[in-house]
């Protein structure tokens, strides 16, 4: 499972998240999303805060990368499809179209296989409600399709879907690596008052949501049942600057990178991979 046990932890769940300071025990899916993240440009939902999909977990300091993924992950649960799907949608990354009322939603996340190392050409084909609760099940109004990219990333824009009686805010979606069987499923919102009526609602689905910009951001990485050799994590070389791996760091401490001074949010033991651009839950850009 992801970050205390479920595949995605809400932001804006006061309990748990972005408590800067507190000791977190830091999964090795973490470590590569954002590792992942500093090879290239950050995907939107990740830029300007803590929005990492694999957050931290009480109790302890942040573990070594290890060859193995011992974090005790399982391939992301299985839902019903629903009666709304419809196979051939449009292959697009957004979903908006002129005039379409609702809150903007920007999704993004990895794929990773077993082993924690990411799978690029994954098919995700999502569907959902419009503003009103309705499917357009005449046309493809609010479905699309896509592939994740070389690095596992995905990025969809769309609507935060509207109510319909009897289900709590959900998106749908379909996955398929190349060659493999298809996993259906559906995505949740943290702090939903439907949340504890839907038969349906799975706690190990919800995504990592917050508020951004007059709209919402939201993060999710999925497992599929795909076997994988095990292997070490993307090891960047930082591009200059007084940060450093193998350093402990405590709240308050600030550092350079890339020519930018960060602050750093929590205590921790930097390594490959947390470059602070690259972990927004660690450090905050000044």
Not at 30 to 45: F, K, Q, S
Not at 73 to 100: A, C, I, N, V
Not at 155 to 166: N, S
Not at 260 to 270: A, D, F, M, N, V
């Amino acid at each position: 499972m992801d970050g205390a046990g479920t595949h995605g932890a809400g932001t804006d769940d006061p309990g748990t998240e972005g408590r800067p300071g507190s000791a977190r025990l830091v999964r090795r899916k973490t470590v590569l999303r954002a590792a992942l993240a500093a090879t290239a440009a950050i995907p939107v939902a990740l830029a300007g805060g803590p929005a990492l999909a694999r957050t931290f977990a009480a109790g302890g300091t942040a573990p070594q990368l290890t060859p193995a993924c011992d974090d005790g992950d399982d391939p992301t649960p299985e839902q019903m499809e629903g009666p709304y799907f419809k196979p051939r949608s449009p292959q697009r990354t957004s979903l908006l179209e002129p005039g379409m009322p609702g809150t903007r939603l920007t999704v993004t996340g990895y794929v990773f296989g077993r082993a924690c190392r990411p799978l690029a050409g994954v098919l995700l084909d999502f569907w959902q409600a419009d503003d009103n609760g309705a499917y357009d099940n005449t046309g493809y109004r609010l479905r699309g399709h896509q592939f994740t990219d070389s690095r596992g990333s995905f990025a969809l824009t769309t609507i935060v879907p509207g109510l319909y009686p009897g289900r709590t805010r959900h998106l749908h979606v379909k996955l398929q690596a190349p060659g493999r069987p298809v996993l259906t499923t559906q995505l949740y919102f943290p702090n939903e008052p439907r949340n504890t009526t839907d038969t349906l609602f799975d706690p190990r689905l919800l995504m990592t949501v917050r508020d951004a910009g007059g709209g919402r951001e939201a993060a999710f990485d999925f497992v599929l049942d795909v076997p994988q050799d095990p292997g070490p994590g993307p090891t960047p070389t930082p591009p200059g600057g007084t940060w450093a791996a193998g350093v402990t760091y405590r709240a308050g401490d600030r550092a350079t990178y890339a020519g930018r001074g960060y602050l750093c949010l929590q205590p921790h033991t930097s390594q490959p991979g947390w470059e602070p651009p690259a972990v927004p839950a660690l450090w905050r850009a000044e």
